[in-house]
């Protein structure tokens, strides 16, 4: 009997992998924890993305999809989270060659080498994957495997608020005004914000999306205050506005240029420097401290700070991660934050995603660990390279068939070591109008 490949993830890039498995005739199993595909992009379903349509839909699905009859959206239109879940992600798993392989309400919490812990080495290879999983009832069970894809990606493992990566002294104690990720501003959770003191913590896109929808909702509910905190100093404040026009995702440079406009225009207080080490409540409301320095009360707290890969569960097996940023050891070097963007990550695939652990692969989010870099299309790429790898076929496998966008800030390190970084305009208007189309998403 041949084992399956398990795939942890109905998201974009898991179902991207049972896509091309599916193609390659491959025996798979799809287990997503949540009840559809795509229940993590769910959660962020209000935000629309920077990337159009066009790279937003993996080779192979799109072929398995178009075979049955689907048309892509239109192609240079931007979708939102919500959008690609039902018009591409729930079509592509409810495909004949997809749906009947996918176990949903199963949440993936060990992986393992059947009888071997991560110290047994004998005949280790020889021996399948068991990954234990637990249903909506708390019932456990146990899969077995060839191999195992983990493309569980890292919404649900946010960093904290607390600088020193793991959350400030008062942080817990203030978990019922502080939202991590991107809340939806401007609908379900237009009432928690309304006329409120907020804090907005972060320096990516999900920061931005958050200020923007924040001073559209002060439109209407004008008592709404708007404080950013950022541990960049002011020296290096270019970085975080983006490329602007030198963009090649046109949405993806505007959004760095309206977040500029806001801060310019008095509309969004920004403290840079900020290092978040205490969180008090009181009276007046939640306090928030570094060092010396104390932020005046604020209602409540919305922590952009990036996310980080729950390796809990695959704890057992042997792993390269890199110390800092917890990719794969090669990996690390092609998409260290301080060195690149989205758009200057090298494409790579089964090669750079290896682990002493054989047909092991982490895909997706997760792969980059810590790193922000990630766009979809990079994730279609590795497990096209890496399904490839598991079907025998070597040559597609070291094959690269990927051109990212140019992000227009990053090229690369200049010889001293320091970042070289694109021209960005020095000023932008201050009263630039706030476009829907802005809200994105990597």
Not at 108 to 119: E, I, N, S, T
Not at 134 to 160: C, F, K, M, W
């Amino acid at each position: 009997m041949t084992l399956p490949i398990a795939i942890i993830g109905a998201g974009p890039v898991g179902l991207a992998a049972a896509a091309h498995l599916a193609e390659r005739g491959a025996s798979f199993i799809v287990l997503e924890a949540g009840d559809q595909a795509g229940a993590s992009v769910s959660r962020w379903g209000h935000v629309q993305m920077f990337t159009p349509w066009r790279y937003c839909v993996d080779a192979a699905a799109n072929r398995l999809l178009s075979a049955a009859g689907w048309q892509m959206p239109s192609a240079d239109t931007f979708p939102t989270g919500s959008e690609l879940v039902a018009h591409y992600l729930m079509p592509l798993a409810d495909l004949p060659a997809i749906a009947p392989h996918i176990r949903y309400r199963r949440r993936v919490v060990a992986v393992a080498r059947r009888g071997h812990d991560r110290q047994r080495g004998r005949d280790r290879q020889r021996v399948p994957f068991q990954l234990t999983i637990v249903d909506d009832n708390g019932q456990e069970s146990l899969l077995l495997a060839r191999a195992v894809i983990d493309a569980s990606g890292t919404y649900l493992s946010p960093n904290p608020l607390g600088a020193a990566g793991v959350p400030a002294p008062g942080e817990r104690d203030a978990a019922d005004n502080i939202f991590y990720g991107i809340p939806d501003v401007l609908g379900r959770d237009r009432a928690r914000y309304a006329n409120r003191r907020v804090l907005v913590a972060g320096s990516g896109h999900s920061a931005f999306n958050t200020l923007l929808d924040l001073v559209r909702l002060g439109k209407t509910a004008p008592d709404t205050q708007v404080t950013w905190v950022v541990r960049r100093d002011a020296t290096t404040l270019e970085r975080i506005f983006g490329g602007g026009e030198a963009d090649a995702l046109a949405e993806r440079g505007r959004l760095g240029q309206q977040v500029r406009a806001l801060v310019d225009s008095g509309r969004v207080s920004l403290v840079t420097g900020w290092h978040t080490d205490q969180v008090q409540r009181t009276a007046d409301g939640l306090i928030v401290r570094d060092g010396e320095r104390t932020l005046p009360p604020v209602d409540e707290i919305v922590v952009c700070t990036g996310f980080r890969p729950d390796l809990a569960p695959v704890r057992e097996l042997r792993l390269a991660l890199d110390p800092i940023v917890e990719a794969p050891v090669a990996l690390a070097p092609l998409i260290d934050p301080n060195l690149h963007s989205c758009g200057t990550v090298p494409p790579h695939g089964v090669t750079e995603l290896q682990h002493p652990e054989p047909d092991f692969f982490v895909v997706g989010m997760k792969s980059y660990g810590r790193a922000p870099t990630f766009l979809l299309l990079t994730g279609y790429e590795q497990v096209r390279s890496v399904t490839a790898a598991l079907c025998g076929d070597w040559q597609a496998a070291q094959r690269l068939e990927l051109t990212l966008p140019e992000t227009g800030v990053c090229s690369g390190p200049d010889a001293d070591g320091s970042v070289c970084c694109s021209p960005v305009p020095n000023t932008f208007s201050a009263t630039i109008e706030l476009q829907p189309t802005s809200r994105s998403c990597c």
